[in-house]
């Protein structure tokens, strides 16, 4: 179950990156370059991510490039947090955007779990 859940987590989210890259490449970190293209490329990590867990052909080693990716990416989810306001974040809640760091380490952890 928790292959799933993560398959269609990562699926959805990489989907999104092709839907609003404009939303995706806002959230980079401002000292990162070339945002459009981490969009993008996040985004393709993230279908490929998806179709590995879903189709069951997931091995550790993708499992252990999933966990280095979550944290690859959690330099954004705190940059959302600590500027939400220049990023036009200032509907979402405080608590949300905090609640997106534990919820990271959470998703590490599930991987871990899928390790045979």
């Known amino acids: 179950m928790k292959r799933i859940i993560m ?3 990562f699926f959805t989210a990489g989907i999104i990156h092709f839907l609003k890259p404009g939303k995706f490449a806002g959230i ?3 000292v990162i370059p070339f945002k459009t293209f981490i969009a993008y490329f996040t985004g393709v990590l993230e279908v490929i991510f998806g179709i590995l ?3 069951g052909k997931v091995r550790n080693k993708h499992l252990t490039a ?3 990716f979550l944290w690859a990416v959690f330099p954004a989810n705190i940059y959302m947090y600590t500027h ?3 990023l036009g974040l200032s509907h ?3 608590w949300a955007l905090l609640g997106r760091l534990p919820l990271q380490k959470l998703m590490v952890d599930m991987l ?3 390790k045979k």
């Open 112 to 114: 871990g779990d899928l």
């Open 84 to 86: 939400q306001r220049q």
């Open 53 to 55: 867990m879903l189709g």
């Open 7 to 9: 398959g269609i987590i």
């Open 66 to 68: 999933m966990q280095a």
């Open 28 to 30: 980079v970190p401002a």
């Open 92 to 94: 979402l809640p405080k």
